[in-house]
């Protein structure tokens, strides 16, 4: 019986994502949740995730962070615990049924009061990226903040009591793992940001791991193994995500030439900036600056571009 009012629940539910999806003055009306909806499949691109969970509910969709690759689905929950570039794509989707989810940013300071609040649970170990059962009292608490979209005064005094609801239901859920370890890996978190940070500020340059050790005031092996369970992937692999999502940035910009943004995100080959772009995108940067309306390459640097 609880089975079957959790799936009228979950259809309500997704009825209600794609109608304010639809609508942007709705889903825009609650800070810090968002709606997707995907009507077809949508091919690998370069995203950068802040400390999040994902309410899924239709359709599935493929992450690739580092190394690692993890396929997620409607009725599961996903927790990014931390800010970090990683490739997305939409591998199922249609018209008739497409890919629905809600997205959540994860407040630490409402995480950490009710932390402080309920019983203590052994520790677990979360991951930097967490795929866990949806529990259907998140579904039903999602539901309900869904529905606040159609009333601005509701959503102004009730969102927040329902945000922190549906952080409570994940902490008392399977996902809870994912969630403590986000308040637990705090301080260590704050340490590695100093070079994540650094990382944002300095793309074009160079980078050594003894360098951002020392600014994360760690030894070298300390750090990396920090660096790794904190992101999912090495100091390297991240400042290149980094540089690739800010080459992308630039491309749709359309203002400056394939060689001036390979220099500016610190490759000094364009043809190997372009290989690393279309491993990364799926397409040439020449093709997307193209896609997005203008060609920003003069023809003779077309062919270093195309390589």
């Known amino acids: ?26 889903h825009a009306a609650i800070d810090d949740v968002a709606l997707h909806v995907a009507r077809g499949p949508v091919a690998p691109m370069l995203t950068h995730f802040h400390p999040t969970l994902y309410v899924v509910l239709q359709g599935a969709k493929r992450l690739i962070l580092g190394g690692r690759q993890i396929d ?4 599961q929950l996903v927790l990014m615990g931390v800010d970090l570039p990683a490739l997305v794509e939409i591998i199922q989707a249609t018209e008739p049924a497409p890919y629905i989810a809600v997205e959540l940013a994860v407040d630490r300071r409402v995480l950490g009061e009710l932390v402080a609040q309920m019983p203590p649970r052994p520790p677990g170990r979360g991951r930097p990226v967490g795929v866990y059962p949806l529990p259907a009292s998140a579904v039903s608490a999602t539901s309900r903040l869904v529905q606040l979209m159609e009333s601005p005064t509701d959503a102004r005094i009730l969102a927040e ?7 409570y239901r994940v902490l008392s859920s399977g996902g809870g793992d994912g969630l403590l370890q986000m308040v ?5 978190l704050a340490s590695i940001g100093q070079a994540t940070d ?20 760690m030894s070298m092996s300390t750090f990396y193994r920090a660096f790794k369970d904190a992101t999912g992937t090495t100091p390297t692999q991240y400042h290149k995500m980094l540089r690739l999502h800010e080459a992308r940035r630039l491309v749709a910009l359309r203002s400056r030439s394939m060689t001036s943004i390979s220099e500016a995100v610190g490759y000094a080959s364009p043809a190997q900036f372009s290989r690393d772009y279309k491993r990364a995108f799926g397409s040439a940067p020449i093709h ?3 896609r997005y309306g203008r ?4 023809s003779g640097e077309s062919a270093a571009a195309d390589q």
């Open 72 to 75: 997620y689905h409607g009725g």
């Open 161 to 167: 009591g329902v945000k922190r609801e549906i952080l």
């Open 184 to 188: 637990r890996a705090e301080e260590t």
């Open 295 to 298: 060609e920003a390459v003069s």
């Open 288 to 290: 997307d600056a193209q």
């Open 1 to 26: 019986m609880e089975s079957r009012r959790t799936s009228l629940i979950e259809a309500e539910l997704r009825k209600r994502v794609i109608a304010a999806f639809d609508r942007p003055e709705e």
């Open 198 to 217: 650094w990382m944002h500020d300095h793309l074009g340059a160079p980078i050594a791991v003894e360098d951002l050790a020392a600014r994360a005031r």
